[in-house]
């Protein structure tokens, strides 16, 4: 079945820094998504990127299909970006990389 | 104005009993799917619909039984619940099927089995 990796598991950073979260997938047929669980639980879509660049905002990512692997840049992180960033290839899902920003 | 809403919110009871949960989306969208999210925040596939057809019926005991009377809900009923169903239930929706388009999330359903 799909595969998805995320690194990295654990991203502690402070206020103002920028970060790069990235998840490999198995299949080059991705439909590959980026979510944020924010620390209430909600789950909220950040972006549908089976390849190319999306900017929205300080966030963007980018895919590249046919490496199978997809980044999520975060800039000038606030504390309101911390929480638990999923990416998911299809239906699958892979582990989350769980970012604290200090204030 | 939610775009998908599920009940309960939490959902505490006892090992054995039959519990169910509801959801509904006013997106207009076709697909529906439930997630199970285990304490270690792993995010699981169970059942998909596409207008009210299952479509996807993931390896999930049958005591879990998916029910959607239209397209725009899609209900989980869970018979004999044991401790190991204890986890958080998120319900989602989307235009198209399998994962091949925007997911929109419900707010999750936390159950806990005594």
């Known amino acids: 079945g799909i595969q998805v990796e995320q690194s990295p598991p654990d991203l502690i950073l402070q206020e103002g820094a920028n970060s790069t979260l990235r998840c490999n997938f198995s299949d080059s047929v991705n439909n590959l998504q980026w979510f944020h669980q924010n620390p209430w639980g909600q789950l909220i879509n950040l972006f549908y990127i089976p390849s190319g660049t999306k900017q929205n905002g300080r966030l963007s990512a980018t895919t590249v299909a046919t490496e199978r692997y997809s980044l999520l840049y975060i800039s000038s992180s606030q504390t309101t970006d911390s929480g638990v960033y999923f990416c998911?290839?299809?239906?699958?899902f892979g582990q989350g990389t769980r970012l604290t920003i200090n204030p | 104005d939610t775009a998908v809403s599920q009940t309960p919110k939490y959902l505490v009871t006892q090992m054995g009993n039959d519990k169910s949960i509801k959801c509904e989306q006013n997106?207009?969208?076709?697909?529906m799917y439930w997630y199970k999210q285990d304490s270690k925040k792993f995010l699981k596939i169970m059942f998909s619909y596409n207008n009210k057809e299952l479509i996807i019926n993931e390896t999930v005991p049958n005591r879990f039984s998916p029910k959607s009377p239209d397209k725009a809900h899609l209900n989980l009923h869970i018979n004999s619940l044991e401790l190991g169903d204890s986890a958080v239930y998120f319900c989602a929706s989307s235009r198209l099927r399998g994962g091949t388009d925007t997911q929109y999330f419900g707010p999750g359903t936390r159950l806990t089995v005594l």
């Open positions: 997106l207009g969208h076709d697909t």
């Open positions: 998911a290839s299809k239906l699958v």
